[in-house]
């Protein structure tokens, strides 16, 4: 009886889904994430001012391939009080057997790492690296410690490679990347280890206990570092081997620790700083403060009058009197009453509720502030007369603009600062049509039919003022 429940991979024509190779790649990997070594950069990690960069590579994650075929930036925009360390994500999501990734940053916590292979569906992330943000916006203590994946190597090969110890921010958990490279034909371990610095308060900051492991976890070491292949375990010579380069290099670690500064306790004397140190420190004395009524980059910061706002998102309401400015920001502002005066330049993604009658000559776009008296149609007999709001308040400085149609004789744009007479030519030309616009004691602007035999359609009309006119 033949079966219609399964698909050959291998057989021409058939088509494999994207989590169909990713599950023999996972095979093929040992189950390892990591970047396949000898491989363009090797997702090389670098830092310049805020950004993180990352190299040209492939990463596979739980079996599926990403090349990242161009340099990738990632930017960190805010600046912290304190130091911060973070991860750099490498993030797989599968939904119905098709994958999506990402690449981002956060704060060290448990990684996600679904089984999406039992399902078609889940999460998966690999840590790609760390770094550390400091006060001043720039990146330090950047680590790459993702594993380099390569192919198998032969039994005994693998070498204690170089061995870094780098101190961060006391508060954090110390930190240990292993990393397996090639070079001449051997496999090395780089050992790189990140110790807290101690404190005023810390009596014995690092401690080293020997530990013993069971049988188990002995077989689980070599299989992880490639000395026991198909059950088959590595000579004694070799083991013995691999045991004495560990001891040697806990004991380059341990001279590295023992040699480490020790702040003293009233803190680090001016004789232990260097000459450069010293200068940069006599720089920042006289360096360029942000002024005290500038908020740059804030997310729905207090608005307080007097302060200029660059680069924020905003969505508050505004009502106190006194002048605000905005440049190059986003967001919703609702201006509330006619105290408040609003000055906003080179945002066009910011949005400004509560334009009225009353307060829209305190509200200036980019120098002009405006109004929408109306947006839709009235029609004008020849001796009526259309009042249009009190919009009007000084004819030297606001400028109105309406927009009419005649019938038979199409639509047309007015713009002017006081009493004018505007001339319409009627559709053939043998008769003229005359609307006056003038300005009334009481500031109004009125529309006044004067000859013709059709009616005005009055469709929109708007006042405006440039600053300072």
């Not at 291998?10 to 070594?37: C, P, R, T």
């Not at 990393?179 to 496999?187: F, I, L, T």
């Not at 309401?317 to 509330?336: D, L, M, Q, R």
């Not at 319409?424 to 009481?442: A, V």
Request: with cysteine; hydrophobic share 30%.
């Amino acid at each position: 009886m033949r079966c219609n429940v399964f698909k050959i991979l291998e057989k021409d024509g058939v088509n494999n889904e994207n989590i169909d190779g990713g599950a023999f790649n996972n095979l093929s990997a040992g189950n390892q994430d990591g970047v396949l070594g000898g491989v363009l950069s090797e997702c090389r990690m670098t830092s310049i001012g805020n950004a993180i960069s990352i190299g040209t590579g492939v990463i596979i994650i739980h079996g599926i391939r990403v090349k990242i075929i161009s340099v990738e930036n990632i930017y960190i925009s805010s600046i912290p009080l304190t130091s911060i360390r973070y991860q750099v994500i490498a993030r797989i999501t599968i939904i119905d057997s098709k994958p999506d990734f990402i690449l981002f940053v956060q704060e060290p916590k448990n990684l996600t790492q679904e089984e999406f292979y039992e399902n078609n569906n889940g999460v998966y992330e690999i840590e790609i690296g760390r770094f550390t943000h400091n006060p001043d916006g720039s990146i330090g203590d950047l680590t790459r410690t993702v594993d380099t994946l390569y192919g198998a190597a032969a039994s005994g090969s693998i070498e204690v490679g170089d061995v870094t110890v780098r101190e961060i921010d006391a508060g954090n958990p110390p930190e240990v990347d292993i990393n397996k490279r090639k070079e001449n034909g051997k496999e090395l371990l780089d050992f790189d280890f990140g110790i807290p610095k101690t404190t005023a308060t810390d009596v014995e900051a690092i401690h080293y206990t020997e530990q013993k492991l069971t049988e188990a976890q002995q077989n689980q070491a070599r299989e992880n570092i490639g000395a026991q292949e198909y059950g088959n375990y590595a000579t004694q010579t070799a083991l013995s081997s691999e045991i004495s380069d560990r001891q040697s290099a806990d004991s380059s670690l341990q001279s590295a620790i023992n040699a480490k500064y020790t702040k003293p306790s009233t803190g680090i004397p001016e004789s232990d700083l260097s000459a450069s140190v010293l200068a940069s420190l006599d720089k920042a004395d006289t360096a360029f403060q942000l002024p005290s009524d500038v908020v740059i980059g804030k997310s729905s910061p207090t608005i307080t009058s007097g302060t200029t706002y660059i680069n924020c998102s905003h969505s508050s309401t505004i009502s106190a009197s006194g002048s605000y400015y905005f440049i190059n920001c986003s967001g919703t502002i609702t201006v509330s009453g006619t105290s408040p005066k609003i000055y906003i330049t080179d945002s066009p993604n910011l949005t400004v509720n509560g334009i009225t009658s009353s307060n829209w000559r305190n509200i200036y776009r980019d120098g002009e502030a405006s109004y929408i008296a109306r947006n839709s149609n009235i029609n004008i007999d020849l001796g009526d007369t259309l009042t249009i709001g009190t919009g009007i308040q000084d004819n030297r400085e606001d400028k109105y603009e309406v927009l009419i149609s005649i019938p038979d004789n199409g639509s047309h744009y007015i713009t002017g600062m006081g009493g004018t007479t505007y001339i319409c030519p009627n559709y053939d030309n043998t008769k003229t049509e005359f609307i006056q616009f003038t300005i009334d004691s009481s500031y109004n602007l009125k529309c006044n039919p004067q000859f013709g035999e059709s009616y005005f359609i009055v469709s929109w009309v708007r006042f405006s003022r440039r600053l300072n006119a």
